[in-house]
């Protein structure tokens, strides 16, 4: 007898309500396979098929290699389309304790869901059948949607706009991507997503398409699976709806437009709206005409997907403070230091940025910044704002005046007295919540000091990184100066020299310099967290054995 069979049958027969009815084999694709009736303490008994892959007692694409199958149980949680039992144990090695741990895990299902009737707490989207009917050169089509301020309610209906992104690929098919931008009845708008006005532009050339919505007073299912068929939206659907989904059909089949997307809103636990889609087929109608009678077709519902993209679910594995994400932030400088901060502002939820810099990228600079290559010379501010929109579609980016501090600020404020002119530029500076400067520019730190900017961060690394300044308070230019002429190790001998008549700059890697900066925002961040005022403060690197990063607060 096989080991692995062996060691099934034996963990077993230690279970008093748990019987073999079908033994286990290994079959040509080494996979073993039996059957078992669990008799539960109602005294219900329940057959499953057991089937266990080459990989067990290891995992298999983060899911376990063990599997009980039972479709007439399809009607309780955590039960796939298949009938599958989804269970989780701990990871285990040795093969008897975890089929031990994976046939208790079993019972316990058994005995909570079905003996005791428990709620899960935690809610499941409906199960949408798996669409195997995408035929060669056939695109997937899958829709993202955010929240809107309109609280939608049953029984409504219209059409929405959307905007195609750029097509991609999954493991086994083309996939059209869109996003839902507006939702519109008799002409005239109900709803707006809430992307950020840098995502999507008003004015600007989108190549809009059109879609139909409905909304209905439960999702679209039996139980927790979709509906397979168009037949069974008469339970759910209001007349009107319809006969506003037979109308739009046929106005679209004259246009000789081959498919139509149709929304299917509803209300989810907690005061959250969801949407699933469907992708009507001209050539296909879902809604038959007979005797001047509207009757749903039996046809099979070809689903696509969605995806919620709101703003809690966009960031909900990891978010910055408030104070950072809902600020209004802006960068002077976006090298290495200034792109790597801006791109993990975005990635941390950041809503609101303008981005500063006259400087063009060009090829030697992507080893160590958030830039690529194939952008070719580029201007900064304009490359990187590309970037974050394509990381975020909530963040706002401004681009400002390249040589505004250049032509404005250092230019100006000769004397203790500001004319007109200078309180204006005073009065827009002080708009921003945080003034980030990353210019490593001395000139620049000086002038913003004389004029007591009092929402300034200087943040500057010192050559090879082997350390990283953070001014957080007014005035601090004679306390940065100070600190790379005395303090912090900064050895400016073996400076970065290219050919050429260049100013030399620090030498750092992408990994030296994404760690302090790094490490410095999650300092700034935990102390607004925390509620604590900001200080300033150095990073610094020693090396004695290992790595180690010291944090100085002055």
């Known amino acids: 007898m096989d080991k692995k069979v062996q060691c099934v049958d034996e963990t077993i027969s230690k279970f008093d309500n748990i019987t073999i009815i079908s033994s286990f084999e290994n079959n040509e694709k080494n996979t073993i396979e039996g059957e078992i009736i669990v008799t539960l303490s109602n005294g219900e008994t329940l057959l499953f098929k057991v089937n266990i892959q080459s990989q067990y007692p290891y995992d298999c694409v983060e899911s376990e290699s063990i599997q009980f199958i039972n479709k007439g149980l399809k009607e309780y949680p955590h039960v796939m389309e298949n009938g599958r039992i989804c269970i989780h144990t701990s990871h285990e090695t040795d093969i008897n304790k975890k089929l031990a741990n994976d046939f208790y895990s079993l019972l316990e299902w058994a005995e909570k869901f079905i003996v005791r009737k428990e709620k899960d707490e935690h809610y499941e989207h409906i199960v949408i059948p798996s669409s195997k009917l995408i035929k060669e050169g056939e695109l997937k089509k899958v829709f993202y949607f955010t929240d809107t301020e309109y609280k939608f309610s049953s029984y409504q209906y219209g059409f929405f706009y959307y905007v195609p992104m750029s097509n991609s690929r999954d493991f086994f098919s083309s996939v059209s991507n869109n996003v839902i931008i507006d939702f519109y009845r008799d002409n005239k708008s109900i709803a707006s997503s809430k992307w950020s006005k840098s995502f999507i532009s008003k004015g600007a050339d989108y190549k809009f398409k059109k879609g139909i919505y409905i909304t209905c007073p439960s999702p679209p299912s039996n139980g927790k699976f979709g509906y397979q068929k168009w037949d069974s939206f008469e339970k759910i659907i209001h007349p009107k709806q319809k006969e506003f989904i037979y109308n739009v059909f046929q106005e679209q089949k004259k246009n000789k437009v081959k498919e139509l997307p149709l929304l299917i809103g509803y209300n989810l636990p907690k005061n959250q709206f969801h949407w699933q889609v469907v992708i009507m087929k001209l050539d296909e109608p879902p809604i038959l005409e007979i005797h001047h009678i509207q009757l749903f077709s039996s046809r099979i519902i070809k689903w696509g997907e969605t995806e919620n993209c709101s703003y809690e679910y966009f960031f909900g594995r990891g978010i910055l403070s408030k104070q950072i994400t809902q600020a209004k932030i802006l960068v002077i400088g976006v090298g290495a230091v200034g792109s790597i901060l801006a791109t993990t502002l975005v990635r941390g939820g950041a809503v609101n940025l303008t981005l500063c810099d006259y400087d063009i990228k060009k090829p030697e600079n992507v080893c160590r910044s958030e830039y690529c290559f194939t952008k070719g010379n580029n201007v900064k501010i304009i490359e990187l704002k590309e970037k974050l929109l394509a990381i975020s579609p909530f963040v706002d980016i401004e681009l400002m005046d390249p040589l505004y501090w250049e032509t404005?600020?250092?230019?100006?404020?000769?004397?203790?007295?500001?004319?007109?002119?200078?309180?204006?530029?005073?009065?827009?500076?002080?708009?921003?919540?945080?003034?980030?400067?990353?210019?490593?520019?001395?000139?620049?730190?000086?002038?913003?000091?004389?004029?007591?900017?009092?929402?300034?961060?200087?943040?500057?690394?010192?050559?090879?990184?082997?350390?990283?300044?953070?001014?957080?308070?007014?005035?601090?230019?004679?306390?940065?100066?100070?600190?790379?002429?005395?303090?912090?190790?900064?050895?400016?001998?073996?400076?970065?020299?290219?050919?050429?008549?260049?100013?030399p700059t620090f030498k750092a890697s992408y990994n030296d310099i994404q760690t302090l900066v790094q490490y410095a925002i999650k300092q700034l961040n935990y102390k607004l967290e925390k509620g604590y005022p900001l200080s300033n403060f150095t990073l610094e690197i020693e090396e004695n054995n290992n790595i180690e990063i010291k944090l100085k607060e002055y």
């Open 408 to 503: 404005k600020v250092k230019s100006n404020f000769r004397s203790d007295q500001y004319s007109e002119d200078e309180n204006k530029i005073l009065e827009e500076l002080h708009k921003y919540d945080f003034i980030i400067d990353c210019s490593t520019d001395n000139s620049l730190m000086h002038i913003i000091d004389k004029i007591n900017l009092t929402n300034i961060i200087t943040i500057s690394i010192t050559n090879k990184a082997k350390g990283l300044v953070c001014a957080c308070t007014p005035k601090n230019y004679k306390w940065v100066m100070n600190q790379y002429q005395n303090i912090i190790e900064n050895d400016t001998s073996d400076m970065y020299n290219p050919t050429g008549c260049w100013s």
